[in-house]
């Protein structure tokens, strides 16, 4: 079927492109938007001026967006320190940690399936001469909290491991991590960004030290985050990355971004007001999607721990069909793809190969991210453009034909390089 | 990436997909490619014996779009030739004519290649019908 004639036979509600990729970005919220503009507007005013009205509603406005951030994740509102985003907010917190207490020691501990943020910035430490140990996860994507303890000695000075992947949406185990932290007196980071808004995340009741937030996955601006900065027990310090006026308790120099901010902090007091009933409805979508896809699909599998999960993920390599062909059947539906040939650099999702699945199956992964704004309509389509795509992909596969037949695929020599 | 209109074609109206008998004699079969590589094709070949002539090619292909398109483009254009002919097939071809992206030249070469194990295949087994067979076996025992 032409995409066309599909296009024509639309159940009622939905309508093209659909977009079912909440962990790349979410589309900002009307009622954030709303909250902004007037700071675009006639309320531009710079929060750091503090001799004039222009200045006091920026700063007020500031605070408190600080207040609601505060609230969702249980810190108190000194604890807060804006920044440009997750990226900077996970180089602040390991690079400020790392050069802060390298008296005290040189060893660092993350694991195998962090956001480039934080393993980029771990690779370049090791080049400063940090040690860095970067822990494997079991197949369900989790870390073992032996391999853990066992990495910890006297020179540890920080444990960054994130909340939930951003890939396979698997959740760590956090509230053991920062106990152990606690008990070794090692500190604790986590990259939150996305699991804040989605499951519950309290810095004192998960033992958490330092944590990174961004607005835009939580249905906030781009360009715009948070880092969660513990002020006792233990008091956290760290040097500050970017120079320049001392701003934020000279933990991050710069003229705030107010009106992104005021929008971190309204998507922020949304999720803190929604996040309970968000979650229930997503964790039903996206069931809806899965039974309805492996219920007509044989040979798909589930990325990464089901129990453990966001309720909004969805990880699925389909066997014997290639992750970009798929997404090009479906072009009408914006989902992303662990293959190969869908990143930049050739490589496979470094994710999916930490969980020990094989390249083909990376290769074969498609990753959905429900969100706020998705309907049963159109689960029901994507799920029926999915089977059919996948159904169609098979027919033209020579390994599907191949398995067919009985052969067994891990046994046979494949020509990578033939011989002319 | 933005697919060029004949790749978008191909992808979704692919030429001669299918298989043929890979035990006929008059049938070379490639496969090329790595299920890790993220690339397979499967390309087949009928020869008429007489001529030379492939008759007749049907593909399969797990890769990417520019994968299908190259390797149903490649069936599309070995069809009429001569075995020899079809072996001057290059991939720079190809690339013209799909207007393949830097990024997706590989899927290009990965397709020639196919096309060359084919008729590989298929040379192999019709020079080995020609041979007596002990010369036969004494090749194998070497190889």
Known sequence: MSTNAIAENLPAGVRLPIYMDNHATTRPDPRVLEEMLPYFNELFGNAASRNHEFGWVAEQAVEQARERIAKLIGANTKEIIFTSGATESDNLAIKGVAEMYREKGNHIITQATEHKAVLDTCKRLEKYGFRVTYLPVQKDGRIDLDDLKRAMDDKTILVTIMAANNEIGVLQPIREIGALCHERGVLFHTDAVQAIGKVPFNVMHDNVDIASITAHKIYGPKGV??????????????????????????????????????????????AHEEMAEEGKKMAALRDRLKDAIMGQLDECYINGSVEHRLPNNLNISFAYVEGESLLMGINDVAVSSGSACTSATLEPSYVLKALGAGDDLAHSSIRFGLGRYNTEAEVDYVARRVVDTVSRLRELSPLYEMAKEGIDLTKVQWAAEPTH | MAYSDKVLDHYTNPRNVGSLDKNSPEVGTGLVGAPECGDVMKLQIKVN???????????????????????????????????????????????????????????????????????????????????????????????
């Open chain 2, 49 to 143: 014996p007489a001529t030379n002539v492939i008759e007749d090619a049907k593909f399969k292909t797990f890769g990417c779009g520019s994968a299908i398109a190259s390797s149903s483009l490649a069936t599309e254009w070995v069809k009429g030739k001569t075995v020899d002919e079809a072996l001057q097939i290059k991939n720079t071809e190809i690339v013209k004519e799909l207007s393949l992206p830097p990024v997706k030249i590989h899927c290009s070469v990965l397709a020639e290649d196919a096309i060359r194990a084919a008729i590989g295949d298929w040379k192999k087994k019709n020079c080995q019908t020609q041979e007596a067979a002990p010369a036969a076996v004494g090749a194998a025992q070497q190889a």
């Open chain 1, 225 to 270: 985050g948070a880092l969660y900065v513990r002020r006792k027990n233990p008091r956290v310090q760290l040097v500050a990355q970017i120079d320049g006026g001392g701003h934020e308790r000279g933990m991050r120099s710069g003229t705030l971004n107010v009106p992104g901010i005021v929008g971190l902090g309204k998507a922020c007091a949304i």
